[in-house]
């Protein structure tokens, strides 16, 4: 009996450590994310913002990744873009597509303690519509809006899913650090782009 009680414990023990250790999807994540830190690509989980389609295709659901390079020479405009069709497109909530070139509609989640819907501001960029994402093929699926601000630029992508065997079953892990530089590359030349339009 007491054979018995000894390999219960045992077994307990075994079962407790292996509920400890991080599934095989999580150690793949935990890899991608550590080399983008490692390319100063500042990866964070985020709460999908609401301008940008999340879980279920529905805006604002759910968590995406968030990762944000900083370019300390550069100053950008603010804009958000989302993805339509594989291409750049302008969030058409934040701005105002109207002919008068000094005027931009500011939502109300942006605009603070203003009490117009119209601020004399510089038109918004337009520089980045209709440019194709041009990313490597197992991120571009899963990239979701850009957004610009002072010195960063910051891609929303759902890069769990570059990770998970069920939506990218190409995934292998020496690869991430070049399909990183290449998502690196490519939010510096969007940046040069938006540079020169100012």
Not at 154 to 162: L, N, T
Request: glycine share 4%.
């Amino acid at each position: 009996m007491g054979m018995w009680i000894a390999i219960a414990i045992v077994l307990f023990v075994l079962g407790s450590m292996m509920a400890l250790k991080p599934s095989g999807i999580d150690q793949r994540l935990d890899k991608l994310r550590m080399t983008a830190r490692r390319l100063q690509l500042n990866p964070k989980l985020v709460t999908c913002p609401d301008w940008v389609k999340g879980k279920d295709n529905e805006y604002g659901r759910g968590m995406l990744g968030q990762y944000c390079l900083v370019l300390d020479d550069m100053q950008l405009p603010h804009t958000r873009y989302q993805v339509i069709d594989g291409q750049w497109r302008p969030d058409s909530s934040f701005v105002d597509t109207s002919t008068e070139d000094t005027k931009l509609t500011i939502p109300s989640a942006i605009r603070s303690s203003q009490n117009n819907t119209k601020t004399d501001v510089k038109k918004t960029n337009f520089s980045l519509d209709k440019m194709p994402l041009d990313l490597p093929v197992s991120i571009e699926p899963f990239v979701k809006g850009l957004l610009t601000k002072a010195n960063s630029i910051v891609i929303y992508w759902e890069d769990i899913a570059y990770v998970r065997p069920s939506t990218n079953p190409a995934y292998q892990q020496k690869l991430i650090e070049a399909d990183l530089l290449a998502l690196k590359e490519n939010l510096e030349r969007w940046a040069l782009q938006m540079q020169k339009q100012l």
